[in-house]
């Protein structure tokens, strides 16, 4: 199987996707990423719900449904149904990361995102080094060609940069890091967009995902480790360079 085909890159829900439930969900919980419903905040009425969405209540129940299973609400007997804090909310859930690329995210977020990835992928790419196949290997072969060819058109550069990142995840062929591909994925999407806005960017970091699959195919996995670790603290730094001249930089940990 090669990095073109469509299951390499993470799907959204199927079932909430065609659901009119599940699109109902999908908005609401994007006006509660956005901020535009806050935490404490109750939602309108369910025939207010139906009203906008135009849609039975059986629909807008289980749409709440889908946000309670997910912490963002809680549905209260004579009070009605509010937003959660957000330490409640099923961040690394699939639905809510995919959420993620149709809002805009605030910087912090961004930057929490970042912190993630940097926290998992050099260990993933230590795994990978040890424990690759070679159907693994070509996999993230692959995807630096696909990254060296469509280094000038940014759509398709950035969807052969999260083959890579997906591709070295699971030839670390753990099944715990393999539940973490959404938050890889969703990370590096919103992203690699700032931190890699052109042609003359994406040649720049080409070597750097060379490194990393090198030290994967000669089988090396300090060197994996560190490779991938240089990568993501390049990345990081264009990234939190670009909050900061924004204005907007979180404070330091």
Not at 131 to 139: G, K, N
Not at 174 to 198: C, K
């Amino acid at each position: 199987m090669t990095l073109h085909e469509t299951d390499v890159l993470i799907p959204q829900s199927n079932t909430l996707s065609r659901s009119l439930s599940g699109q109902i969900s999908r908005k609401l919980g994007e006006r509660i990423l956005e901020g535009r419903l806050m935490p404490g905040e109750l939602l309108p009425d369910e025939n207010a719900l139906c009203d906008e969405f135009g849609v039975s209540r059986t629909a807008v129940r289980e749409a709440v449904k889908m946000l309670v299973a997910k912490g963002f609400l809680e549905v209260r007997q004579r009070i009605g149904t509010r937003v959660l804090d957000v330490r409640y909310w099923q961040m690394l859930d699939r639905d809510v990361l995919m959420w993620h690329q149709s809002i805009t995210v605030d910087n912090a977020r961004l930057i929490s995102l970042m912190e993630l990835r940097q926290s998992i992928e050099p260990d993933a790419a230590f795994y990978a080094a040890a424990r690759r196949s070679d159907e693994q290997l070509a996999a993230i072969l692959d995807a630096c060609e696909q990254m060296e060819q469509h280094a000038g058109e940014n759509s398709e550069y950035v969807l052969s940069d999260a083959r890579f990142h997906i591709a070295v995840l699971r030839a670390a062929n753990n099944p715990y890091l393999d539940a973490l591909e959404n938050a890889i994925f969703a990370g590096l999407m919103l992203s690699i967009r700032i931190t890699n806005p052109d042609e003359k960017r994406n040649r720049k970091s080409i070597p750097l995902h060379l490194a990393i699959a090198e030290a994967i195919k000669a089988q090396n996995p300090e060197a994996a480790y560190e490779r991938m670790k240089e990568h993501l603290a390049d990345a990081a730094r264009r990234l939190s360079k670009v909050v900061k001249d924004a204005g907007k930089s979180p404070p330091r940990p």
